[in-house]
């Protein structure tokens, strides 16, 4: 809004030149989504308790410890981060931009999926939330809608083909089926972020990582004097998710000023697919789906762990880990929250590096 604004306002007030360039709106989306978390987030928690005075409920089958020390503590800070992160995003960002639209349409939709789990499960006072079908139908349909409005924005040949990393040359033609395939990442992504999210500060710091990352992809693959040196497929347009990305670190750093163990509130699904949801979009838009796989690796062997874990047990009676998703697995033998969390947050910030590896800087 402020950028749209600055066209008015640039010739009376030359300062107002700095609304141009993509780095200072991404500061000032990060610092405004923080600024604005820190701000709001006693309010929000201190809401959310009073509406919530049992807590989240907790899994009887999930680790002994969390029915003691996880009782009673509010679930659905997704809200603080959707709201801070958004509104910092319509603030900042050129709003003629349809990448930020369709991003933020697929970011709004996996929101309102969790946010009504979310509000089931404290209604029912029970772990169960939506019927898978609803959830996956409602998923499968807004991240298809959205694969769609991205492909629609893209210059051809890229706007219908996968693109790998290092071989610029190499495009995989999918015609009709990329926006399925956009459907896969986006719902893909959505849950694998939910499956992570299970201790204190888990999944908020590997996706802060993952919008590092993918904050920079954007603005080189956006600007085509830097796509073309670097060998990487130019997008026009999507440098401005820059500015979204910022503003979802800002609001995912505010978030885990509250969410620090021990956690004053959880993110829920509310949180969790929303903040998944998002990656997998923009991963899409800047053609970097593969890229996502290696940055967001963590989520990945996470919801890899559940799909083996379950497959086997159907199949043989037995389980392949103590407990599923990998996280619970090191709970099971004994390793305190602290340790798997800071462990996890290593890898993260390794496969990190490994994604901005691809980017083949000279």
């Known amino acids: ?17 700095l609304f141009h360039y993509i780095t200072f709106r991404s500061g000032a989306a990060c610092l405004t989504a923080f600024v604005l978390s820190l701000v709001m987030g006693p309010r929000v928690i201190a809401r959310l308790r009073r509406i919530q005075r049992e807590g989240q409920p907790i899994r009887a089958l999930g680790p002994e ?12 800070g997704g809200v603080l981060i959707l709201s801070t992160w958004l509104l910092s995003t319509l603030l900042w960002a050129d709003l003629s931009n349809g990448f930020v639209w369709a991003v933020m349409f697929a970011t709004a939709a996996f929101g309102a999926v969790g946010f009504a789990d979310d509000y089931l499960k404290l209604s029912r006072r029970n772990t169960k939330g ?3 079908r609803w959830r996956l139908g409602v998923e499968f349909a807004s991240s298809l809608i959205a694969g769609w409005w991205i492909e629609s924005l ?4 890229l706007s219908n083909a996968l693109a790998f990393p290092f071989v610029k040359e190499a495009l995989l033609p999918l015609s009709y089926a990329f926006p399925i395939f956009a459907m896969l990442v986006i719902t893909g992504f959505g849950n694998a972020v939910n499956f992570t999210d299970g201790l204190d500060g888990l999944a908020i710091v590997p ?11 954007s603005y080189l693959v956006g600007n085509r004097i830097f796509a073309d040196y670097l060998q990487l497929h130019a997008v026009p347009g999507t440098g401005e ?16 000023w509250f969410n620090a163990p021990p956690a004053a509130v959880f993110m829920g699904d509310t949180g969790s697919l929303s903040l998944g949801g998002a990656l997998g979009a923009v ?7 593969l890229v996502l796989c290696i940055v967001g690796g963590l989520f990945v062997v996470e919801t890899l762990s559940v799909i083996i874990q379950v497959g086997w047990y159907k199949r043989t009676g037995r389980r392949v880990f103590l407990m599923a998703p990998l996280h619970h697995h090191f709970e099971k033998m004994g390793w305190q929250e602290p340790k798997i969390v800071i462990r996890f947050w290593i890898v993260s910030m390794v496969l990190g590096l490994a994604g901005l590896a691809t980017l083949k800087i000279r």
């Open 1 to 17: 809004m402020l950028y749209n604004l600055s066209h008015l306002l640039t010739e009376q007030f030359a300062p107002f030149n």
């Open 65 to 76: 410890r969390h029915i003691i020390e996880k009782a009673g503590t509010p679930t659905m």
């Open 130 to 132: 939506v019927s898978k």
């Open 154 to 157: 893209m210059p051809a040949p």
């Open 207 to 217: 996706v802060i990582i993952a919008a590092v990352v993918f904050a920079l992809i």
């Open 241 to 256: 998710l820059g500015v979204f990305l910022a503003a979802l670190i800002g609001a995912g750093l505010g978030f885990l």
């Open 283 to 289: 991963a899409v838009a800047v053609k970097h789906e």
